[in-house]
């Protein structure tokens, strides 16, 4: 089975952080390539041959002769800034004879889970036709985008609510560590963070202040460009007091790392205590890591995977800026999240095989060489500022980085 995978960046591509900053290699997000891995990782099989490919300037004729499937993760893509690159999928399924399966996609709304009638309903109706003509379904990430697509006219015989591809990296296998013992102020926590979101301000910097193991483990290329160039993307959101400047408390002590392939990241969060945040794919990996995990849901699309896996989360507000790390584990609950994973892992494999792809926990089927060969690709250590990897001719270098990205364009996918 020769399958193309839609990725910002193969799995097993090992790349510097100017290099993935230049060429966008996580799609705005690292989280981007926690879900596109697990879906390369489940079709990995003895039988399978795996090419991944962004999807962009393709020839659908090449795709055609070359490959017997496409596979085609994705996040929050039925979102107004991400209608123009919907459309060119479209486009390209159009002209594919090919099967295509489209797996983890999600609306992005509001908390309510209220989506507003708009222009971009037309662009999504129309990708998720074609998606159709060419698979039995189409799988979504929750109920609040099942309800969504029911308004357009697609029902539940052609929809699956599947959940996020990056919580079944390991199949039906989900252990978490630690989670009836509590932390306390001294516990090494990691804190994850959407720095556009004001209500987060003053969490991060009293938690810097009352928490002197905790770590601000980012994601977002824009954060990873401040630690290289030393300067805030002018053109993003930029809150009074939050982590958007060097000057903040936790780039100051040098408690901010940033990963940049998810191997790393599970190894960075494997010695913590606890995680919590706003970044659903910051706290998912820290489960997969086996690390317990609240999310700190504000829209639709952090909402219905935390709801839809049973991650105990809370909803954001200005009201939580005294919220409290200790308090939010003592409260959390992760018997569900475990002990339903493997039932919500079965609705995973029967929406696969339905589709016609073969995964690794099918019976007669076994795992590739896909770990072993991810276990042997040295891949760069956590990024930090001041780091020896930006110590020699540091200001000539950031001005030469700063020139250079800002020729590149980036958009990111994933919250």
Not at 34 to 40: G, K, L, P
Not at 66 to 82: C, E, G, M, W
Not at 321 to 340: C, I, Y
Not at 345 to 352: E, N, Q, V
Request: aromatic content about 8%.
């Amino acid at each position: 089975m020769r399958i193309l995978l839609r990725a910002h960046k193969n799995p097993f591509r090992v790349a510097s952080a100017f290099r993935t900053l230049s060429g966008d290699l996580i799609g705005g997000n690292v989280g981007n390539l926690v879900f596109s891995q697990a879906v390369c990782r489940l079709l990995s099989t003895s039988e399978s041959q795996i090419d991944t490919s962004k999807l962009r300037g393709l020839s659908p004729n090449q795709v055609n002769a070359k490959y017997d499937q496409v596979v085609i993760p994705l996040a929050n893509a039925f979102r107004p800034s991400f209608a123009d690159e919907l459309a060119e999928l479209t486009n390209l399924i159009a002209c594919l004879d090919i099967p295509v399966v489209v797996v983890g996609c999600g609306v992005q709304a509001p908390l309510s889970g209220q989506v507003a009638p708009s222009s971009l309903d037309e662009t999504v109706a129309g990708f998720v036709s074609v998606v159709l003509e060419h698979s039995a379904t189409i799988g979504v990430r929750g109920e609040i985008t099942a309800a969504y697509l029911k308004r357009l006219g697609f029902g539940d015989d052609a929809v699956d609510v599947v959940g996020c591809p990056s919580m079944f990296m390991y199949g039906p296998q989900l252990s978490l560590t630690q989670t009836g013992r509590g932390i306390t102020r001294e516990s090494r926590v990691s804190l994850n963070v959407s720095p556009y979101r004001p209500e987060m301000a003053a969490v991060c910097l009293d938690h810097a202040d009352r928490y002197p193991n905790l770590v601000y483990t980012a994601q977002d290329r824009t954060t990873l460009e401040l630690m290289i160039t030393g300067e805030w993307d002018s053109r993003v959101r930029r809150p009074p007091g939050s982590l958007t400047s060097l000057e903040h408390p936790l780039f100051r002590q040098n408690r901010v790392r940033f990963c940049l392939d998810p191997t790393t990241w599970m190894e960075h969060l494997r010695s913590f205590e606890f995680s919590f945040g706003t970044r659903i794919h910051g706290n998912i990996t820290a489960l997969l890591a086996g690390v317990p995990a609240v999310v700190l849901a504000h829209d639709s699309r952090t909402l219905e995977l935390a709801q839809y896996h049973q991650i105990p989360h809370r909803a954001l507000s200005r009201d939580h800026a005294n919220m409290d790390a200790v308090e939010l584990f003592s409260h959390a609950d992760w018997t569900q999240t475990v002990s339903g994973h493997a039932e919500r892992w079965s609705r995973m494999a029967t929406f696969l095989e339905r589709n016609g792809l073969r995964h690794i926990d099918q019976p007669g089927q076994a795992l590739g060489g896909f770990d072993d060969r991810l276990g042997r690709t040295h891949f760069p250590t956590p990024i930090q500022v001041g780091g020896t990897w930006l110590s020699r001719r540091e200001a000539t270098l950031r001005r030469w980085m700063k020139a250079t990205l800002a020729r590149t364009d980036h958009t990111t996918e994933e919250g």
